[in-house]
Every structure is written in structure tokens, then in C-alpha cells.
């Protein structure tokens, strides 16, 4: 953190490159904002914005005072001037040094394109939406429970004392629904294992009725196919085995058997269904 005057003897005539935005003319009246914000006021950056004119609604309020431009009204050396839209299509950005209500003087960067960093005399405040005037923060050994910290959004400003027992809070809830997220994936991982288990089980099962019964299924497609008369007895045993194996599942493997696209059981039923119909059209 360093003085006004000290930041202004650092980078006069000089460009200042913050972003590294890859244009034709790198050195924009925003990265000298973004140098000042971190060098001499070391506040925390706005988020990303397409033109200084942005800078106007995007500010961190908590660490400054929005003023509007008023016929009468005259910033203060260290205030961000905003210019909008009707200065030029992005705006432009700089910093007041001294001035009155009709000109003044501000520590400024691409005004006009291509100018490096340097004092720029204006004429007029004419485009000017106004001006961020910074907030005091106060050194962390100056501070007491009762010093007001500007946090901004919800929060707006809060005593130290207020924001230190609800950071507390905070941290504890985090760490209660760490243990409670961690003791879930651990309660999910145990029950993945057990279901795993359980459906390795009921498949292997399945695989060996349907195997059983492979034999039964050829023979019945050979006599449905056949121009022999069927023997319909046979067939009937033949489903109504297939059945009663279905049957044997206990209820814990039924519950899983919704994992199984279709049951190997109802597809044997269908085909055998479907051999039948074949037969009794011939």
C-alpha cells in the first residue's frame, strides 16, 4: 500500500497492463484503476466488466461510497471518476487530484487512445456519472470489537465482535455437515456393497435356472416347429416348472429383480407363448 503521489510518480508517463487483455492498445484506462485498487488502496477487485462505464454498477459497495455527479459537487483527491456511455461507447475510468465544480485534474490512462499514464486536465465533468469515494479501513492494530468492517450485500457494515462470532458459527455448521456428509458416503458406500453382493447372488441364480431349462425350451421349439402333433401335456409341465422355479426367488431377490431390464422367467414364458400361437395357426 502505497501513497497517491508515491503511485502517480511511479507510473507517469509509463503504460500500466493489468489483465493482459491481447488488443490492440493494451494499456486501457481500466488497468490503471485495477493498479491503483490494488496499490494504493489494497481493496479486493471488481469482477470482470466489458467497459469502465461498468464499473458504475459493479463496485464492491462495502469498501466505497457511490456519489452521482451533481452541478455543485467536487470529489475529492482519491476518488475513481466514472464516465458513461456519452463520453464513449466503453466510458473511461481514472483518478481525481485536485480540482473545483467546472474542471478538474485526474491521474489517468488512454485518454485520449494510446495516451500512456499522466495528469489530464478536463474542462467540464460533462459524461461523468459520478464517483467511488473509498472507504476508511482501518489497520488491524487500530481496530477494536467495535469497529465497523463495510462487508457489503446483506451484511452491509458489522461490528468486528458481531462478524468474528459469525464467522464462528459459520465455521462450525460447515464442519457438523462435514461429518454429516462424510458419515452418508460412508452409510452409501456400505449399503452399495451389500446390494452389490446381493444382486451378484440373485444373477448367478438366475443364470443357473436358465440354464436348467435351456434343454426344456429346444425341445418344445422343436416339437411346436415340427409337422408331428404336439404334445401338449408335456408343454404344459414345461411352463408350469418354469414357473415354480420363478416362484422359488425369495422376496429379497424380487426386490432387486427391478435392476433386470426383463426377467429371464417372462421371456421364456413369452416365447414359449409365442411358439404356441405359431403351432395352432398351422
Same mark, same amino acid.
Not at 85 to 90: L, P
Not at 121 to 132: N, P, R
Not at 150 to 171: C, F, H, T, V, Y
Given at each position: ?12 508517463g509509463r503504460g500500466v497492463d493489468v489483465d493482459g487483455f ?53 470529489? %475529492? +483527491?482519491? &476518488? ?7 463520453? =464513449?461507447?466503453?466510458?473511461?475510468? !481514472?483518478?481525481? *487530484? ?84 462424510? %458419515? +452418508?458416503? &460412508? ?7 451389500? =446390494?452389490?453382493?446381493?444382486?451378484? !447372488?440373485?444373477? *448367478? ?78
Amino acid at each position: 500500500m502505497i501513497p497517491l503521489a508515491e503511485f502517480i510518480n511511479k507510473y507517469q508517463g509509463r503504460g500500466v497492463d493489468v489483465d493482459g487483455f491481447p488488443d490492440g492498445n493494451k494499456y486501457q484506462c481500466t488497468d490503471l484503476w485495477r493498479a491503483y485498487v490494488k496499490e494504493v488502496l489494497s481493496f479486493p477487485q471488481s469482477r470482470a466488466i466489458k467497459g469502465a462505464k461498468d464499473i458504475w454498477t459493479t463496485f464492491l459497495p462495502g469498501f466505497y461510497e457511490q456519489i452521482e455527479n451533481t452541478p455543485d459537487g467536487v470529489p %475529492q +483527491a482519491g &476518488d475513481v471518476i466514472v464516465w458513461g456511455a456519452s463520453y =464513449n461507447s466503453y466510458g473511461h475510468v !481514472a483518478v481525481f *487530484t485536485d480540482g473545483t465544480a467546472a474542471t478538474f485534474t485526474c491521474f489517468s490512462q488512454n485518454d485520449p487512445p494510446g495516451a500512456l499514464c499522466g495528469l489530464r486536465k478536463y474542462k467540464s465533468y460533462k459524461g461523468v456519472l459520478g464517483w467511488l469515494r473509498p472507504k476508511s479501513i482501518m489497520k488491524k492494530d487500530e481496530m477494536t470489537d467495535q469497529t465497523k468492517i463495510p462487508i457489503g450485500g446483506e451484511w452491509g457494515d458489522m461490528e468486528l465482535q458481531a462478524l468474528r462470532s459469525k464467522l464462528n458459527d459459520l465455521s462450525s455448521q460447515n464442519a457438523s455437515m462435514g461429518l454429516a456428509l462424510k %458419515q +452418508a458416503k &460412508d452409510d452409501l458406500q456400505t449399503e452399495s456393497e451389500a =446390494n452389490r453382493a446381493q444382486v451378484e !447372488a440373485l444373477n *448367478t441364480k438366475i443364470k443357473s435356472l436358465g440354464e436348467a431349462h435351456l434343454g426344456d425350451l429346444a425341445a418344445i421349439a422343436k416339437v411346436l416347429g415340427s409337422d408331428v402333433a404336439p404334445e401338449v401335456a408335456s408343454i404344459n409341465r414345461a411352463v408350469i416348472t418354469l414357473i415354480e422355479h420363478e416362484k422359488q426367488l425369495d422376496d429379497s431377490q424380487r426386490l432387486n429383480k427391478k435392476l433386470i431390464q426383463k426377467p429371464l422367467f417372462a421371456v421364456m414364458e413369452e416365447f414359449i407363448s409365442n411358439l404356441l400361437k405359431k403351432w395352432s395357426k398351422k
